[in-house]
């Protein structure tokens, strides 16, 4: 009797045993898939993250770039510029300087402005010369224009024109300018092409 209740015992004992061991393993299994799982998905997402940072990271590189070549394409085109401007100054303004300091040839300016203005429109106007030259201007345009001064030009004489000269009618409308500085910028904007031309013409 006590032989089988022995037995008995141990079925019972063997039994749940086995029956925890195989839930273990059960459990284990599980346990095992889950974090494999739980691993792909980490793995996965990683990736993506990997791949996002990538992504921006090239597009960040491509807007650098861009950013690079536009500041440089600007860079350069202002130096060709400045370049180009203090070469045309340096060809324009000595000539021109001197030209404006030639007595005869403000002389003679003025002079074909008037007549042609006389020519085309009454004597009603204006010619307003540079205060600094009035001694050296004022007998001689009273003496060549003399007719012209009777029939109504005015010359006078202003601190504000530097150079050159200012024509326009006596009622002050409008004046037409011939300063020094006027035929300066004319010849700056007509020769700025060429001088670009000459100094670049090699880098097309």
Not at 55 to 61: G, N, S
Not at 74 to 93: F, R, S
Not at 167 to 178: A, E, H, N, R
Request: charged content about 30%.
């Amino acid at each position: 009797m006590q032989t089988k209740l022995q037995e008995l015992t141990e079925k019972i004992y063997n039994e749940g045993v086995e029956k925890s061991r195989q839930e273990a393993e059960v459990i284990l299994k599980e346990a095992r898939e889950q974090a494999e799982q739980l691993q792909k998905e980490a793995e996965k997402k990683a990736a993506a993250l990997v791949k996002e940072a990538e992504e921006k990271a090239e597009t960040l590189r491509k807007h650098v770039d861009s950013e690079l070549k536009m500041s440089i394409g600007q860079a350069l085109a202002a130096l060709k510029q400045d370049l180009g401007n203090q070469v045309t100054m340096q060809a324009v303004q000595p000539a021109v300087k001197e030209l404006f300091s030639n007595q005869d040839f403000l002389k003679s300016l003025v002079e074909k402005v008037v007549k042609t203005w006389a020519e085309k429109d009454s004597l009603d106007m204006q010619v307003v010369l540079s205060a600094k030259e009035q001694e050296q201007l004022d007998a001689y345009f009273k003496n060549q224009l003399a007719a012209e001064l009777n029939q109504g030009l005015e010359l006078t004489f202003s601190e504000g024109v530097k150079s050159g000269f200012k024509v326009g009618p006596v009622d002050g409308s409008y004046q037409i300018s011939f300063t020094e500085q006027d035929f300066s910028n004319f010849f700056k904007a007509y020769l700025r092409p060429k001088t670009s031309e000459l100094l670049f013409e090699a880098e097309k």
